[in-house]
């Protein structure tokens, strides 16, 4: 049975300010220390006044540029009403029908191979008060416990247009989200820590012989906390809404072909049905009267338009063009994050040689990293001093081969600076010996102790060549290898 | 909706979506009390509103914003204060079914 996937994603994301959106408390992760983070405004006590917190609307806006959309010049607040333990006010401030952003899209690869790309349009993006957290008994004998520290820290909910046609187009959509998201410093995207949450919403159009398409029902699937997670569901989810159509042939809209909720559970991989969701007019939405509606001027996008910082895409494309990486290279620094891509770029500005630079930091670097079990953030060398440790190579003081030893020294621990590789290469005889008349007389002594080599490269043999480098490197400890080569073939060829 | 189409279920359906729990008494006075309002918001609607610029809030003030900064919150034993029930560490509701 031919059918297109159509798929969209609803993504919350914690925006990282200090303080919640509508109140001062702290809108850091606290779970090991419940309900310390409240005040009368986030428990909904009555009387008290939310108020916006101007960080919070500024991130979305950079965020909503940074995904082309359009920045409402008028947006307000709205309840939306349902009742769970984990929403004191029995509300969520929200936004219903004038959202501070809409019509936007981000651009993912959709090809690996061909390295093609899409658009997945961007319906909206829009602010909202997070819910607190409720922690259930397992067992299902006593009552459920609810922390308050996560009601009222900002999220900022990013909905996209249905425009994905498989899972693993999906998940790449989101990765591309959440490099774009942490690029700008907007939030930290902690998929653990509930910092970056995603929904899915998700049915078949089924080819019918006449050419029309025949749609099964909605599901929208929840609980998709990381990245794997997305991809299993909504392949699982497709499978499945496949058999039940060929089983029952329900299509959407049809009696028992409702929008229906289904969450994923990582533990089976498969997605069970949840609680009807009520429909939207059901959340009785109505402007918060205790909040004032926000008005944006042209000049205010062009100066968060002006100070947002490179993006992803862009900086792929540059580095491709600047450093003459390959696609493959660029896209390795690149989704490593923005920090690993400005070392790249500060070390390969030092050492004068980009290829060499990306070399390093995407093999020798990101191999320690993982040998070592270390962030990014953790590396013990500075961009300036790897910097200055390729530019040696670049320079011809260092070999390659004597650069990987220092760099394996410099991460034993006893620090990593410029004067320690300058102790390293002093201690070890490092150096490249440039005194070619130390080099020559060695030279002459190994062609007059190897006759049958000589031989050998006299009768074309360039391989005999090989071995008398060798040698030659064993007396003169840090010649470069490419001179001793050149001097050799000139000394050989006088004989 | 004409206040004569409201039926008991639409007040039934509202008083589940607030959770208020009604006795048949109250369903009966309830139908009354919300047909006026309805017949009411009718009679807003015979109004000519054609030059009238659509109102998204009553207040005029606009942009009205905190610095992002950090205040004290209250302790625990505060915020827990009015709760029902307590572990004296979080706030305890009856077991949650459908999670
Ligand atoms: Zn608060």
Redesign the interface.
Known sequence: MNHTVIIGLEVHVQLQ???KIF????ADFNPDH???????VC?G?PGALP???????ELGVKTALALNCEISS?T?WDRK?Y?Y?DLPKGFQISQFD?PFSEDGFLEIETNPETGERRRIGIIRAHLEEDAGK????DA?????????NRAGTPLLEIVSQPDMRTAAEATKYLQELRLLLTYLGVSDCNMQEGSLRCDANVNLHIHQDDGHKVPTPIVEVKNLNSFRNVEIALEYEVQRQLEAFKATGIKFGDKGGHKTTRGFDAGTGKTTP??EK?DSA?Y?YF?D?DL????VTEDYISSVREALPEFPADRRKRFVAAYQLSDYDVQVIVDQGRGFGDYFEEVAKLCGDGKQACNWVTQDILRELKERKLEFSEFPISAPVLGDLLGRITKKKLTTKSAREIFMDLLDGNGASTARIDEIIAAKGLAIVEDTGAIEKVIATVIDKNAKAVADFKAGKQAAVGALIGQVMREVKGADPQKVREMLIAALSQR | MPADELTRDDVLKVAQ?A?LSLTDAEVGAYQAKLAQMLDYIQILHEVNTDDVEPM????E????????????????VE??A?AP?T?G????????L??
């Open positions: 300010t200090k303080s109140c001062g408390c702290s419940p309900n310390v983070q409240t005040c009368p428990l006590l108020v916006m917190n101007r960080e919070a609307f008028y307000k009403h009742y333990p004038l409720n922690l259930h008994d299902g004998r006593s009552d459920s416990q609810v922390d308050l949840q609680r009520e059901d009785r402007p009267p004032l509606p926000v008005t | 979506l959770r998204a809030h009553a207040v003030v606009q942009n009205v914003f905190r610095r992002d900064e950090t205040l004290p919150s209250l302790t625990p915020a827990l009015n029930k572990d560490r979080y706030f305890l509701v009856p077991q949650i459908d999670h």
